[in-house]
């Protein structure tokens, strides 16, 4: 069967199975290898992607169920060059070990800052709780969040980029003492 | 010091800290947040053929055949294997790491569900799984030995008919220790405290499972295999001596990976068939296992059956411990562990305690179960130790109606003591644990919490505090005791600096996660004072990088790290007689400060290590019997292991109507010796402490009396979300080991291995209102509820 769908901005249509998932039309089809696959039961989380905005684990969406819908994968969180705060908190709050898990954690969690752009701990938790990380502990997952949602508000109320929010250093600074 | 570390360690990105050890961000996370991190998922090969494994659905049976001709007419397929396939080939059975052997394919019989019976080539994923189903297999269904206490009993069935002369399921027997001087000392104490202790088999579950591409060049003769392997040197010369083939002839590569805690470290059947795979279609074939497949074939951790035994006098003063073992290695025994070391490094369940003596005595059975047992972050069984005496300690302290604490700082070995000769022969390096457990006290705020449990406890509301203190070995070893298979356990590591004084540093060791590309360049900056944005580190693949052991055990910062610091070393101390030409002066005569040399008494007069690796390169002479170049290697043989400690402390809360435990604090405080980068050490810490949580609470590979696998996806296989883990709250010390070239210590493991005994003895703790001593893992609700009823049970 024929399916067209948009990726990350990109109309694309292929020439499918009827029965290929989400995960593996991105992955082999498209060659977006960004999106990982760890489970198969929906319990992982390493696969989501966003359809139409909305996170979705992409190992239990069919290919063709995503026909004439708006596909979001980690590589489309980037502008250019340029790294989404999500990513970037990330980085400066050590969200990451290993990195499989980090692609749906991070669409889980820009979608939830898109939602709520101040969301306290416990919902941050909440949101990334259908997912796994086997290395991070969730701590600095939920700082990294932390950090992007005090950029961007610094950012939305024009703070230039040199007077930056004493709170977003103090999570940044968070692992390094005891 | 062995109290707190006093380096500046606040700056936030690389560049105000141009060298060396301190919080620095990752050098890898820029593509791991774009999506550009390449796992071997990601290979995809022109032409590349997909592998699926048939696996036996039974625990124990006979093979009477295997009808594969409506699979090999199946759209897309390319070939199907049997074993009997492989039998020609002479490949149906491989070594294991522990000197056993491991079917690649059953041919006889199948030992547990989910052995590999057979695999399809096809064209795509899809297309190989279709044409699994048209195989069919006829089994001649067999008893299966499932539980470990019934495995030698006499009649119980054979499940090693394969090896010559095996007539029982015996796998191997262990003892370390003095067992007559420890019998003696049991004999004269006030006070005996017995205790049986299950560590259930619990699975390392990382979010990518194992899988390998195969791409054999039959013209040349060469094989090349993306593989998820924690060590790709040792895996690239087992595979050599298996197929006759030279090293150089196979290039193993471990590109990113998704997580290994010690679930990649064997060779697996299927890394074998997706070879094979590629040697007869003559084409790349991938393999990449499910969940199911990970969970219910793939190394397993832990599944000892212990009794725990501690003598002690009246006031608190702990004697010796005593501990009988059964092990459970499934149906192969595919421990990785050094060969001198069946057991692993358990030796070391005397603890961080001054004894008078200690003696274990262990039984390994095989059962039809998975192989594997070393595994989960657990440093060669260290694990299973630290958690029988930091159980068997409390139950202790029960037993004195004794703060668990102060039996705890009691006993401790004193910092004069070290290195400290253990009763079992492990020589401790340097520890200094009362500043570590009191720091750790401080900041839980032990007293006011056991104030507000008493209060809690008066009211019928159920809160634990628990504390376990653990010693590690890590960073196997020294090549006179430790080797796998013949391979000593040291590491190579190359640096070679560039005419424009940038660096290349290949190591021997990988990473699974844990930072490499960003602690090695600190590590070598430190030393040679080339920033660590400018050291490109190379590693995880045998083409590009020297022989070692790979990354496991927490192995990588004691043994790779000490060669990263010393080919360094070696570098400088060329640089320095090129200096010495350059300034025109002897090498006595200067100063090294990070990144130049320094003419002594007139600093303005210095060079560079960037302008020593132009002279190295460049025009002009070099001081006599300089070579040209600036590059070094070395092979890195460490001589003891790295012995890290650390204090945790757990607050839990049950719920009476719900018995559901929720861990409200844990407190840790580690001390890894000199701390290179603060910011990934945290990062291990925790991960590894929420592992403890899925031990201690959730995660069981548990069977049924057939031996059918009850964990066999992430839905049965419970792994801890963010949900039922706290806020980590982490401190440490630091207390540098002496003979490693920079004082550090292994921490990866330390949190797995420690913080399973912190949560169990919380939960019991909070029990002890019922009357509760003991309890074994998982305590789910269920098991919790039947604890506060007089009715705990073993989980097997």
């Given at each position: 069967m024929q399916v067209t769908m948009t990726v990350n901005d990109v109309e694309v249509t292929r020439e499918i199975e009827?029965?290929?998932l989400l995960v593996h039309f991105l992955r082999d089809v498209l060659g977006l290898t960004g999106t990982h696959w760890g489970c198969d039961t929906s319990n992982c989380g390493t696969c989501v992607v966003w359809m139409d905005g909305e996170p979705v684990k992409s190992c239990t969406v069919l290919a063709a169920m995503a026909g004439g819908h708006e596909v979001r994968t980690?590589?489309?969180?980037?502008?250019g060059a340029e790294l989404d705060p999500i990513q970037q908190g990330f980085i400066q709050c050590h969200g990451l070990q290993c990195g499989f898990c980090t692609p749906g954690m991070m669409m889980t969690t820009r979608a939830l800052l898109n939602n709520n752009p101040d969301p306290p701990d416990a919902e941050i938790r909440e949101a990334i709780s259908g997912q796994i990380c086997r290395c991070t502990g969730y701590a600095t997952i939920v700082r990294s969040v932390r950090w992007a949602a005090v950029h961007e508000a610094a950012a939305a109320a024009g703070v230039t980029e040199t007077t930056e929010s004493p709170e977003a250093d103090e999570i940044a600074a968070a692992g390094s003492v005891a | 010091m062995t109290a707190v570390h006093e380096r500046a360690d606040t700056f936030h990105d690389n560049d105000q800290k141009?060298?060396?050890?301190?919080?620095m961000l990752r050098k890898e996370d820029p593509r791991f947040v774009r999506g550009r991190g390449r796992y071997v998922d990601d290979v995809q090969l022109p032409g590349m053929l997909h592998l699926a494994i048939l696996r036996s659905p039974v625990a124990h049976a006979r093979i009477v055949s295997i009808d594969t001709s409506a699979a090999e007419a199946s759209p897309g397929v390319k070939a199907v294997v049997t074993g009997a396939t492989l039998a020609g080939l002479g490949l149906a059975w491989m070594p294991t790491l522990s000197n056993d052997v491991q079917a690649v394919l059953a041919t006889d019989k199948v030992r547990f569900q989910g052995q590999e019976v057979a695999f399809v080539v096809a064209e795509d994923r899809y297309a190989a799984r279709d044409a699994l189903e048209l195989i069919d297999v006829e089994y001649d269904v067999l008893d299966p030995v499932i539980d470990a206490r019934r495995a030698l009993e006499p009649g119980a069935p054979l499940i090693r008919d394969d090896l010559q002369g095996k007539e029982n399921n015996h796998c191997f027997d262990w003892e370390t220790g003095d067992e007559a001087a420890t019998a003696a000392v049991f004999a004269r104490a006030d006070v005996v405290v017995q205790q049986d202790i299950v560590y259930p088999r619990v699975h390392p579950a990382p979010m990518e499972t194992c899988g390998s591409v195969a791409d054999f060049d039959p013209v040349e003769g060469r094989l090349k295999l993306w593989s998820t392997t924690q060590a790709p040197h040792a895996h690239r010369t087992l595979y050599a001596i298996v197929a006759g083939l030279p090293e150089h002839k196979i290039q193993v590569i471990s590109p990113?990976?998704?997580?290994?805690?010690?679930?990649?470290v064997p060779i697996y059947p299927g890394y074998v068939c997706s070879i094979v795979g590629s040697i007869v279609t003559g084409k790349p074939v991938k393999w990449m296992e499910d969940r199911s497949e990970n969970l219910i074939s793939t190394g397993f951790a832990r599944d000892y059956i212990m009794r725990g035994e501690i003598a002690a006098t009246r006031d608190g003063r702990i004697l010796a411990i005593r501990t009988d073992v059964l092990a459970d290695h499934g149906a192969f025994n595919g421990t990785a562990a050094p060969v001198k070391y069946p057991a692993g490094f358990f030796g070391v369940f005397t603890g961080s305690y001054d004894i008078e003596a200690a003696y274990c005595k262990m039984t390994a059975v095989y059962t039809n179960k998975a192989p594997g047992g070393v595994a989960y972050a657990c440093s060669f069984r260290i694990t299973e130790a630290v958690y029988l005496v930091e159980r068997i300690v409390d139950c202790l302290a029960a037993e004195l109606e004794m703060d668990p604490a102060e039996l705890r700082l009691k006993n401790f070995i004193k910092p004069e003591q070290f290195p400290y000769t253990t009763k079992?022969?492990?020589?401790?390096?340097?520890?200094?644990y009362e500043p570590t457990m009191r720091l750790a006290m401080d900041m839980a705020g032990y007293a006011e919490l056991r104030h507000e449990q008493a209060e809690k406890r008066a009211r019928g509301e159920l809160m634990g505090i628990g504390i376990a203190f653990f010693t590690e070995a890590v960073g196997a070893g020294p090549r006179k005791d430790m080797d796998i298979l013949g391979l000593g356990m040291a590491d190579g590591c190359e640096l070679r600096v560039h005419p424009t004084g940038k660096a290349v540093v290949r190591l021997s060791v990988q990473s699974q996660g844990q930072g490499h590309e960003t602690t090695f360049a600190q590590i070598v900056a430190e030393e040679i004072g080339i920033p660590p944005a400018d050291i490109d580190v190379v590693h995880g693949d045998t083409d590009q990088t020297p022989f070692g052991l790979g990354t496991y055990g927490s192995r990588s910062t004691p043994v790779s790290g000490a060669a990263a610091a010393l080919v360094a070393r070696k570098v400088r101390d060329k640089a320095r007689i090129i200096a010495s030409g350059m300034l025109e002066v002897s090498v006595a005569d200067l100063d090294w400060e990070k990144g130049a040399f320094h003419v002594k008494g007139d600093p303005g007069k210095s060079v560079t290590i960037q302008d020593i690796a132009m002279r190295a390169h460049g025009a002009g002479d070099l001081p006599e019997g300089v070579e040209g170049g600036l590059e070094a290697q070395i092979c890195y043989n460490p001589s003891n292991l790295t012995y890290p400690h650390g204090a945790y402390i757990c607050v839990v809360d049950i719920d009476p109507g719900t018995a559901q435990v929720k861990v409200r604090r844990f407190i840790a405080v580690d001390d890894?010796?000199?701390?290179?980068?603060p910011m990934i050490i945290e990062g291990q810490v925790h991960g590894g402490l929420t592992d403890g949580v899925g031990m201690a609470l959730m995660e069981m590979i548990a069977f049924d009396e057939d031996g059918n696998c009850l964990g066999a996806s992430l839905m049965d296989y419970l792994i801890p979300t963010a949900l039922e883990v706290p806020d980590w709250e982490t401190g440490f010390t630091v207390t540098p080991s002496p003979h490693h070239p920079i004082g550090a210590k292994g921490v990866g493991e330390s949190a797995t291995v420690g913080s399973p005994p912190a949560i169990v003895n919380a939960v019991v703790d909070a029990l002890k209102p019922f009357g509760v001593r003991h309890a074994d893992m998982p305590l789910t609700p269920s098991r919790v509820w039947d604890a506060m009823r007089g009715q705990a049970t073993p989980p097997i």
């Open positions: 009827g029965r290929l980690v590589e489309g969180l980037a502008k | 141009p060298v060396g050890h301190g919080r990113d990976i998704g997580g290994g805690f010690g679930n990649k079992t022969g492990w020589v401790y390096d340097s520890g200094n890894c010796g000199t701390r290179i980068n």
